[in-house]
């Protein structure tokens, strides 16, 4: 994409990297929005929905987006569930556009900032329980999640522009967590 076609971007979609200190309200938010998006996504055959990303991972540092994974049979329903979620903010971002065809990605914006983040996936996708045992070890191991924390804040200042550097310079760093035992 273009850099002209970027500035016909959302505020949000462009937003600059930014790691705050940890926030004991995120894992609060967290159950709130699983909770209202529990509510929303019943009728259309969520399976499950998790709080995940570093803001489920108490005294981490983190972007202030609360991440979330739906799990779903079929995105037959796609089209009602985008119409569903629009009365609470959230922007559906097509796969051409997030680069990801194992998910369906949403993003919750308020006053023009990413609030949250929803992965929708379909029951089988592999990538649900890589986030599930990523997050589950940092909460186990405080010296890991410390680790990921001083590479978080060192990689948002190399890419505080970037969102897509930003995330892949971390794959190396997961990819070690979820390979060891």
Known sequence: M???????????????IEIK???LTW?????????????????FGV????????????????????????KIKTYNDLEEIIESLKPDNWNYVPPELDGHE?????????NDRRECHLHLMLEDEEHWEKQIKFRDKLR????????????????AEENREDREAYTEA???????ILESE
């Open 102 to 110: 194992w998910r369906r990605f949403f993003v919750k914006v308020k």
């Open 47 to 70: 399976s499950e929905i998790e709080h995940v990303g570093s803001t489920s991972i108490p005294n981490l540092p983190a972007k202030p987006i609360i991440d979330m994974m739906a």
């Open 21 to 23: 200190i940890p926030d």
């Open 140 to 155: 186990e191991k405080s010296n890991l999640a410390k680790q990921y924390a001083e590479l978080k804040r060192k990689l």
């Open 170 to 176: 971390k794959t190396d760093f997961i990819k070690s």
């Open 2 to 16: 273009g850099e002209n076609h970027k500035n016909n971007w959302p505020v949000w979609a462009t937003e600059p």
């Open 27 to 43: 894992l609060e938010k967290g159950t709130q929005e699983v909770n209202c998006l529990r509510e929303n996504l019943s009728p």
